[in-house]
């Protein structure tokens, strides 16, 4: 220590006997508190990217400011709004310049331990690598910052901004690389661990969920109704570890909601993993997202073709849609079972309890910045 403090003080002589500014060296600040309960494991953050509250809060600000698209009419917030658990009421998306995006907003909550990003892409791993895609994106636009790179970048450099950067980065100047950073530090600090199941689940508190959604529980980690394969673990959302399940251990699967051939094809306008990886048994492959919060995130699917809950169920139960049912790459837990009312209100009393109010409510008054 003596050593390297050492170090440190005859190097910043030298400098400043060269009249060069010398400021004290003080590591990054890298330590936050993200709240976590007992026992849940920190996510994993970019080496590049270490997590302050300076950067999240930075981030927030610009999550919800319309500046950041070209034309200065939509945010992230737009299409991905706090009391809808980041999501909106769309079936699908449209762009700031109206332009339709073919898939459904999704929602924003603990994104921090997904390992793939987006509803069907194997290669998208960081968010800082998805979140050049809503802002450079030209087809379908949504931000459209293209082509507006230093008109959109000059409206970070008004006064309020440049605290909030030098507050971030130790240093005011606004840049592309800072932006991506702070907001993909946002999104990182959007958990949600207060269900009524988390209580029950991890806090012992028996009164938490109700004995409809109790017995909805039972039958979602059912060999029957087969929920749990899929949207397994903490977050609902990883596959299954299953040890006779290899082909499954990827979080991507052919749910049977389209087979437009009768050979398996979903729609040409959107076929899932399968355009990404080229491989034709990933045709219709889409990844399992998420539960918590699904109860506010409707409409469903990577499409938003189902509307509620109640369609969902009655599609599992069905063992998918129409010809989807015959899709012969259809995932094998898919089989469909028979259900009565009774239960169907159970499981959905079940993933009702997976809704998060504290963390629906905590940005639901998020003041937009003033232009
Ligand atoms: C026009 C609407 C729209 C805008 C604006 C938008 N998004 Fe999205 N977002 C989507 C859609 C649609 C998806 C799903 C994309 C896909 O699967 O191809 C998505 C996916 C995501 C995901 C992946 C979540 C996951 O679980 O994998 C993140 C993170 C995200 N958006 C963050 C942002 C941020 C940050 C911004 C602002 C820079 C933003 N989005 C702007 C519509 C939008
Ligand atoms: C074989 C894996 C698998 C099984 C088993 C499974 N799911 Fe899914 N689930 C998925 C995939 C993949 C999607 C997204 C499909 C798409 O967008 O095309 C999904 C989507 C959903 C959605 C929509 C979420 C949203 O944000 O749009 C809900 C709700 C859901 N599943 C609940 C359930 C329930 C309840 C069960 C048990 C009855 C179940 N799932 C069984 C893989 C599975």
């Not at 170090?7 to 400043?16: A, N, P, Q, T, Y």
């Not at 995130?297 to 938003?304: E, K, V």
Request: glycine share 6%.
């Amino acid at each position: 220590m003596i050593a390297i403090g050492w170090v440190k003080v005859s190097v910043c002589f030298i400098l400043s006997s060269l009249l060069v500014a010398c400021t004290p060296v003080t590591p990054p600040h890298t330590e936050y508190d993200w709240k976590l309960p007992k026992g849940f494991p920190s996510p994993l953050v970019p080496e590049d990217n270490p997590m302050t509250t300076a950067k999240v809060v930075l981030g927030k600000t610009l999550f919800f400011d319309t500046d950041l698209s070209f034309n200065q009419s939509t945010s992230c917030a737009s299409c991905h709004q706090p009391k809808f658990s980041f999501s909106e009421p769309k079936k699908t998306a449209v762009g700031s310049t109206g332009q339709k995006h073919r898939r459904n907003s999704q929602s924003l909550v603990n994104v921090a331990y997904n390992s793939n990003l987006t509803w069907a892409h194997s290669g998208l791993n960081t968010i800082e690598q998805q979140i050049l895609i809503p802002m450079f994106s030209e087809d379908p636009i949504e931000l459209g910052i293209t082509g507006h790179e230093n008109e959109v970048l000059l409206r970070f450099e008004k006064q309020h901004y440049a605290q909030l950067f030098k507050d971030a980065f130790e240093d005011s100047q606004a840049s592309y690389d800072k932006i991506v950073k702070a907001l993909a530090s946002y999104v990182r600090s959007l958990t949600s661990f207060a269900s009524p199941f988390d209580e029950y689940a991890y806090q012992n508190k028996d009164g938490a969920m109700t004995d409809a959604a109790k017995r909805g529980m039972e039958l979602f980690f059912s060999e029957k109704f087969e929920c749990f394969h899929c949207h397994g673990g903490f977050n609902f959302t990883q596959s299954s570890q299953h040890e006779n399940q290899r082909l499954d251990l990827r979080p991507f699967h052919n749910t049977g909601l389209y087979n437009v051939d009768n050979m398996g094809a979903y729609p040409l306008s959107d076929q899932g993993l399968i355009e990404v990886t080229l491989q034709n048994t990933d045709m219709g492959k889409f990844r399992a997202p998420t539960l918590r919060n699904v109860e506010v995130s409707a409409p469903y699917m990577h499409d938003g073709s189902l509307a509620t809950l109640d369609d969902v169920i009655e599609f599992y139960a069905a063992g998918g849609r129409g010809q989807g049912i015959n899709n012969p790459l259809k995932s094998p837990f898919l089989t469909g079972f028979e259900l009565q009312l009774a239960q169907k209100q159970d499981l959905i009393e079940f993933l009702q309890s997976l809704t998060d109010h504290q963390f629906l409510n905590s940005n639901l008054n998020y003041p937009p910045v003033s232009h």
